[in-house]
């Protein structure tokens, strides 16, 4: 998942250290060689991840935007300057406004907070803003938790005996809960030195960076492959019982489908499938066309076997990942050069796709009759109540869109009228039935509105027709959710 680092540039960053041998440095320093051995851990393990580095001190300042390219962030460390005071909210507030245009809502991400264990003083400081948090008005809401599924790490450049850090640790564990996810608060082991903050760092980047490592397998066919990023166990909660999924370390392929058939059915998660060298460091993630032979091109691989067979043909592999619990590997591109061979987790069960029915039962249609193939989906005997179009109004825009949608039709009669009438009809029983009245009365006068603002080239019927439904609106029979409103029978749309 991508990851933000978030580097405080306060001058308390700049305070000395004194180190064995009569050796001096800063707290800086010391943050910069630790990021470098972040980034230099990732890049075995997790070279895949985006990676960006924001500064901030009482202002933010995005200096390196999410990239793969590790050395682009190893060269923005060279430019860092010392600014005023330590402000985390401040910070937090641009961490928001950076995935949220990079990434939207919906992508987590981590957030790595790297500090000296000094919160501020005065306004601004931690303890003011955690302090008011109750404070608060709508328009100055505290950041936390993040507008996207986060994981909160700080990461203290300070003994552990620190008195300042020692006052920080309850004020930053508070941070962690309100931010909703597993996160952790990473100190030096010992003494304050370039090799006990590079330790943690590195230990940071190998646990919370882990590869998923195993075996992709079908038939007598087999190959070790990595996912990335690795999966997570999933846990499935109902109204008197939960239970936890662990993805197993075989993905076996149990067949193969037509990608129309399986369409697009609910996911948990989906993943790269890298195929792994000998000692586990995975390989070119991407299949260039363009590029020549290499000595790995000449490795024989079932992973890339299969890769080319599922673009070929246009298919999708059924396999299973645990008991009870499937997924969907096919081949996806994101150029017309390159492509890559996906996994899509399924939500555990062998019904988690409705219209290809129990996922156990599957057979190959060779050895069924004839007779009895029938093409996906499947449709069920019994009529569904969701399969009718429903009216949802989340946001305003929505209604305003539904709105828009029966003045566009009205401008348009008398060519329009069943158009016009029936979606006047199912916007006036969503009222209805959300007890929304007001918008039938708000309707009635846009209609009376809309008939004074009409061309001179406008159809005569459509004055007629508005006039006749904004009168209808306002009637007590047009309250029955039963009722319909029928169009007014004129001249011009008699048949």
């Known amino acids: 998942m ?9 001058l308390s960053m700049s305070r000395p250290v004194q180190l064995p041998e009569n050796a001096e440095t800063t707290r800086k320093q010391l943050a910069v060689a630790g990021i470098k051995t972040f980034l230099d851990t990732l890049s075995i393990h997790a070279k895949l991840e985006f990676i960006s580095l924001m500064t901030f001190s009482s202002y933010f300042e995005e200096q390196c935007a999410f990239t793969r390219d590790y050395s682009l962030v190893k060269s923005s460390l060279l430019n860092l300057v010392d600014l005023d005071k330590t402000c985390i909210e401040t910070a937090f507030h641009g961490v928001n406004q950076l995935v949220l245009t990079e990434w939207g809502n919906n992508t987590a991400c981590h957030v790595i907070l790297i500090t000296d264990g000094n919160t501020g003083l005065g306004p ?170 290499s000595d790995e091109g000449k490795v024989p691989s079932f ?35 390159k492509s890559n061979l996906m996994l899509t987790i399924l939500m555990p069960g062998s019904d988690s796709v409705p219209w290809l029915g129990d996922l156990n039962m599957l057979h190959c249609a060779d050895n069924m009759n004839s007779d009895n193939v029938t093409a996906f989906p499947v449709r069920p005997t019994e009529k569904r109540s969701y399969s009718q179009n429903s009216v949802v109004w989340i946001r305003q825009a929505g209604l305003q869109s539904d709105i828009q949608k029966i003045l566009r039709h009205a401008r348009k009669l008398p060519e329009k009228t069943q158009q016009f009438y029936k979606e006047l009809n199912r916007l006036r029983k969503a009222a209805i039935q959300l007890g929304f009245i007001e918008l039938l009365t708000g309707l009635a006068s846009i209609f009376e509105q809309e008939c004074t603002q009409l061309p001179g080239s406008a159809h005569p019927d459509c004055a007629l027709q508005l006039t006749h439904a904004a009168d209808a609106l306002r009637k007590t029979q047009t309250r029955d959710i039963k009722h319909v409103i029928c169009p007014l029978p004129t001249n011009y749309n008699a048949s």
Request: overall charge negative; charged content about 20%.
């Open 124 to 293: 601004g400081s931690l303890k003011e803003s955690l302090s008011t948090i109750n404070q608060r008005t709508v328009n100055n809401q505290f950041p936390l938790p993040f507008s996207f599924p986060a994981k909160l790490h700080i990461v203290c450049i300070a003994a552990p005996n620190d008195a300042s850090l020692l006052k920080a640790k309850p004020m930053y564990q508070e941070l962690i809960d309100m931010c909703g996810y597993d996160g952790s608060i990473c100190t030096p082991d010992t003494n304050l030195t370039e090799v006990t903050v590079c330790n943690m760092f590195q230990k940071l980047a190998e646990e919370s960076y882990t590869s998923f490592k195993g075996t992709l397998k079908c038939g007598h066919l087999e190959s070790k492959v990595i996912l990335s990023p690795a999966p997570v166990p999933y846990t499935k909660i109902t109204d008197f019982d939960y239970q936890t999924y662990n993805l197993s370390q075989t993905v076996e392929v149990c067949g193969f489908i037509s990608i129309a058939d399986v369409g697009s059915p609910m996911a948990i998660s989906r993943h790269l499938i890298l195929p792994a060298s000998k000692d586990n460091a995975p390989l070119k993630p991407e299949i260039d066309l363009t590029e020549d032979e």
């Open 303 to 337: 992973c890339v076997l299969l890769h080319g067979a599922l673009k070929v043909e246009n298919m999708a592999a059924l396999v299973t990942i645990g008991e009870n619990w499937f997924g969907f590997i096919y081949s996806w591109a994101d150029s017309k050069k």
């Open 2 to 10: 991508p990851t933000v680092l978030l580097l405080d540039s306060s």
